[in-house]
């Protein structure tokens, strides 16, 4: 039972379940893209501006309704008829979404999810959480671009440049799109022991991606498992699932 629950407080929090079908849709067309030897898809990484402050200022259930109905409205994007049209649009991890555009350059993709970012922005969403609580709350987004084949070699790498330029754009006053921008690692090898350094070039051998990708990924990993908001948000879901099996 503790096992259920653990996973049940991973899933909602981390939202793994939510990534995995992004995660194969964007599989499948990078796999056609390499087999057709054409094509292109560009991702956009949307985050809410300050999100840790609309939760201490709502309160988590409210700042859960504001995921979802943020949620419903990128869904609904699948459906529409646009110029340049949305494959997929979900919420991703925390209070972050990804859009998929198929066969969308980056340029096009970028001033697409710049229309989005701008609608999003300035929506008040009306939220009631499942106790019954409501709020209409008014948020900004920050948004990073991203285009394969290109700078990324792979879907991680893909994924990962997106979210780098909503980061940036987010720390630099937030409510822009940036373009996503590859960076040269070189990871310094006195950090890590010679059994290690053999173990990832055998998966890289294996995996057929660069030793800085499967890095990056690891990092990127890392940081969500230790992110203190999602640490806090652990402990209080714990403490009210345990008070209130003393009822």
């Known amino acids: 039972m503790a096992q259920a629950q653990t996973s049940d407080l991973d899933i909602r929090v981390t939202g793994y379940l939510r990534r995995k079908p992004v995660e194969w849709q964007l599989d499948e ?26 939760e201490e200022q709502y309160n988590y259930d409210l700042a859960d309704a504001l995921l979802i109905a943020v949620a419903k409205y990128l869904n609904k994007l699948e459906k529409s008829v646009s110029a340049v049209q949305v494959t997929m649009a979900r919420w991703y991890v925390r209070d972050s979404f990804l859009l998929i555009y198929d066969n969308v350059g980056l340029d096009d993709a970028f001033y697409a999810a710049e229309e989005i970012r701008r609608e999003l922005s300035n929506t008040v969403f009306s939220v009631q959480s ?104 652990r402990d209080l879901m714990r403490e009210s699932r345990l008070a209130s099996q003393d009822f």
């Open 130 to 233: 499942e106790d019954g609580q409501q709020a209409d709350i008014a948020v900004t987004f920050s948004a990073g671009v991203a285009t394969y084949p290109g700078d990324p070699q792979d879907r991680n790498e893909l994924i990962e440049l997106a979210e780098d330029a909503a980061r940036r754009a987010c720390e630099g006053g937030g409510n822009r799109t940036l373009f996503g921008r590859a960076a040269n690692m070189m990871p310094k090898t006195s950090h890590y022991l010679p059994t290690q350094l053999g173990r990832l070039r055998a998966l890289r051998e294996q995996l057929a991606r660069s030793e800085a990708s499967l890095l990056r990924e690891a990092l990127s990993d890392l940081l969500r498992k230790y992110d203190q908001r999602d640490a806090r948000r």
């Open 29 to 54: 067309i990078i796999e056609r893209i390499q087999s057709q030897g054409s094509g292109v898809v560009s991702v956009a990484y949307l985050d809410i501006d300050g999100f840790s402050k609309i």
